[in-house]
């Protein structure tokens, strides 16, 4: 059975860092990356990379803050946010995928259960 399990969110101050991570039980996937979704918002890309982790792509309004990296041994995948901003408040889901790596949420076979993330100014 695959599971991706989230973890790391909560709140913090505009301009801080929260760190999220993602374990993948089950199989290991070709891509794995984050989606977030605010309310009454679409859920949209926020980063991915792939196994080898030469390849990765990030939504630009996280570039340069937000940074994607991943551990095959733990099957694990984080997401590094810095510089916060109170627009990136948002339910953040780790998604996997064992195609390419693609922006949209129809790329990615399975999805975490998603960890809240809240910015305050």
């Known amino acids: 059975q695959v599971q991706l399990v989230e973890s790391g969110g909560g709140l913090v101050q505009a301009g801080g860092s929260l760190r999220l991570s993602c374990a993948a039980s089950g199989r290991t996937f070709n891509v794995m990356g984050w989606f977030r979704q605010a309310p009454g918002n679409e859920r949209e890309f926020v980063g991915a990379?792939?196994?080898?982790?030469?390849?990765?792509n990030y939504a630009d309004s996280v570039k340069g803050r937000f940074t994607i990296s991943r551990d095959n041994a733990k099957n694990t995948v984080y997401l590094q946010m810095n510089s916060l901003k109170p627009e990136d408040t948002a339910v953040y889901y780790c998604?996997?995928?064992?195609?390419?790596?693609?922006?949209?949420?129809?790329?990615?076979?399975?999805w975490g259960q998603g960890t809240q993330v809240t910015v305050s100014s």
């Open positions: 998604a996997a995928a064992a195609g390419f790596l693609g922006s949209s949420p129809q790329t990615y076979n399975y």
């Open positions: 990379m792939t196994w080898s982790g030469r390849i990765t």
